[in-house]
């Protein structure tokens, strides 16, 4: 078997330094240690979180930057790591493109995304709509420009809501993961 095209592997390192970013730099060489990478010392973490990671994996291969963004998944979501690792892991797989991801947000505009369930609910389940900065307003989130054109104005359509969120260049598995749970809710409100 062929081994996987090659993706651009410094958008997947610079998430991983920046998901290891928020540890502490009196642990951080015993966490890296912990996740197979090369030991350090406290001072050179002190001397700068970021480049102290990125020393430790700007050499490592595909696989094993995918095995080490696993793991770090495994602490939890992180939506930058998770699309990184998507990117990675669709290199050379047949992509949507964003043409036709528009096509299908305009297809979209006339129903009603989340059914029963409030939209940001909806959204939340596919997209950290709290933490995503805001295309409009500075200093705001995706949810804040949706509450406030979806729900108070009614003056956003689900076109460009799925524009705000991201949905049109956000990785393959995530649209699809969208797509999957609207196709869902669609599916439970049709008569049976």
Not at 125 to 144: A, E, H
Not at 160 to 174: D, F, K, P
Request: aromatic letters at 8%.
């Amino acid at each position: 078997m062929p081994p996987p095209p090659s993706a651009p592997l410094a958008p997947l390192r610079s998430a991983i330094v920046e998901a290891l970013y928020p540890t502490s730099a009196n642990i951080l060489p015993v966490v890296c240690e912990g996740l197979g990478l090369a030991s350090g010392d406290r001072e050179e973490a002190f001397a700068s979180k970021r480049n102290y990671v990125q020393g430790r994996i700007s050499g490592l291969s595909r696989e094993r930057l995918l095995q080490l963004a696993y793991q770090l998944l495994q602490d939890g979501p992180n939506y930058e790591l998770e699309e990184a690792v998507g990117r990675v892991e669709e290199a050379g797989e047949r992509l949507i493109s964003e043409l036709l991801r528009r096509s299908i947000g305009r297809a979209l505009i006339p129903f009603d995304l989340s059914g029963h369930v409030p939209i940001f609910e909806f959204l939340r389940d596919i997209w950290p709509i709290d933490r995503l900065p805001s295309r409009l307003y500075s200093g705001g989130t995706v949810q804040d420009d949706l509450e406030r054109h979806m729900r108070r104005n009614a003056d956003m359509d689900n076109d460009e809501a799925l524009e705000a969120v991201g949905a049109y260049t956000c990785s393959q598995r995530r649209f699809f993961r969208f797509l999957e749970a609207l196709l869902h809710r669609i599916r439970h409100r049709l008569p049976t």
